[in-house]
């Protein structure tokens, strides 16, 4: 019984010392998991933390092109009333070429008119001139004949008296 007793305790002891063993194994490994789990977890906050910065700049940059975007559409937008003046200015100068050219021509035109006029004054008067001369012409004859007329009164007379006294 002495030594059922002995080997119970020994048994109890190896037991002891197993468990014990075991206990500092169990706490062993979770001071490994909780340092395990501990850098797992910091590592995981540290890679949150810096995504979270990462989206924040990220948005930070989508916000600086969105505004960006915003003025290529307000200097597109300008860009295109630009061109149009930019055309509009070109129709205008050509216009502005045209219409001194028509303005050169209007001028022109009305020394036409002035010399059209000025021709067919010239041409009444020539007609004046040349009907003028004709009577001129008619009246020169009609001195001539009237002188001849005159003339031919007197020697008719002359000659009648002449008559008249033989």
Not at 45 to 57: D, E, F, G, I, R
Not at 108 to 128: F, G, K, P
Request: hydrophobic share 30%; proline share 0%; aromatic share 4%.
């Amino acid at each position: 019984m002495l030594q059922c007793v002995a080997v119970q305790h020994f048994e109890a002891r190896h037991t002891a010392t197993h468990c014990n063993t075991l206990q500092t194994h169990c706490n062993i490994l979770n001071v490994q998991y909780r340092r395990g789990l501990m850098m797992s977890c910091i590592t995981q906050y540290n890679t949150l933390q810096h995504t979270a910065s990462t989206l924040q700049h990220t948005t930070a940059l989508c916000n600086a092109l969105q505004h960006s975007a915003a003025h290529c559409n307000a200097l597109q937008h300008t860009a295109t009333h630009c061109n149009t003046r930019q055309h509009t200015a070109t129709h205008y100068k050509t216009l502005q070429h045209t219409a001194t050219h028509c303005s050169t021509l209007q001028h022109t035109a009305t020394h036409c008119n002035t010399l059209q006029h000025t021709a067919t004054h010239c041409i009444a008067l020539h007609h004046t001139a040349t009907h003028y001369n004709t009577l001129q012409h008619t009246a020169t004859h009609c001195n001539t004949l009237l002188h001849a007329a005159t003339r031919c009164i007197t020697l008719q007379h002359t000659a009648t008296q002449n008559n008249t006294l033989h």
